[in-house]
Every structure is written in C-alpha cells, then in structure tokens.
C-alpha cells in the first residue's frame, strides 16, 4: 500500500516554513495572504482550478467558438499531465479529441495531435 507523501507547506512566494495557507489546487501554500497577492499573477497561469473556472467562462460565453473550447480543454490537459493528474488529463483531452472531431473532422491534424499525447491511450 502506498502512503501518501505530504508536500512541505513552504511558502511559494518566500520561501518560509510551516505555511498555513494552501492554495485550492493543492499545489502551493502561502505564509499569508499578502504573498499569497503578491503570487497570484504568475500563480493563476498553472492553478487548475483557475483554468477550470475559466474554462467553465468559456463554455458560456463563446458556446458557439468550438474551437476555443477545445483549444482551453487541450491546454488543461496539458496542466493536469504536468501535475501527474492523468484522471483528470484524459478527461479534458477526451474532450478535446471529441470537440475537435466535430469541428475539424476526424482525419484533421489536430485530433491527430490529440490522439497521440504521450501517456493517454485513446
């Protein structure tokens, strides 16, 4: 059985020990809010749950851009695989793959591209 290993709660902006804040993606932790502000610029381009909300923005306002869709669901994916979260990769490249099938066709080069992402079997 494998125990789960706890990530050192240093802070991501100072570098201080014992941080009590953790951000909701699980990722990073943060000694206050004040480095917690000062982070969240850079921060914001990797949290996924950031680019799920704004995914889900995506999804309301630009329901008719497909394309757009598929494209944040493809650079989710890719978020998830740098995170060894591969449940949760598979799911936004699934989507991806069938998004851009129905957009581009099924013999296009980016559901090619899509299909072939290393450690996602399809």
Known sequence: MDAEVEK???????????APLKCPC???FYCNTE?????????RKVCVVHQEKKL???????GDNKGAI????LDLGDLYMTRDR??????????ALRI???????????V????????ILF
Request: with cysteine; proline share 5%; net charge negative.
């Open 8 to 18: 050192p709660k240093i802070c991501g902006t100072c570098g201080q020990g014992e």
């Open 26 to 28: 699980k990722a990073v």
């Open 35 to 43: 480095c917690q502000r000062q982070s969240w610029g850079e921060h």
């Open 56 to 62: 889900e923005k995506e999804r309301s306002r630009r």
């Open 70 to 73: 598929a494209a944040a669901c």
């Open 86 to 95: 591969l449940p949760e990769a598979k799911e936004r490249y699934m989507e």
């Open 100 to 110: 851009f099938g129905d957009v581009e066709g099924e013999e296009s080069e980016r």
């Open 112 to 119: 090619a591209g899509v299909g072939m992402t290393p450690g």
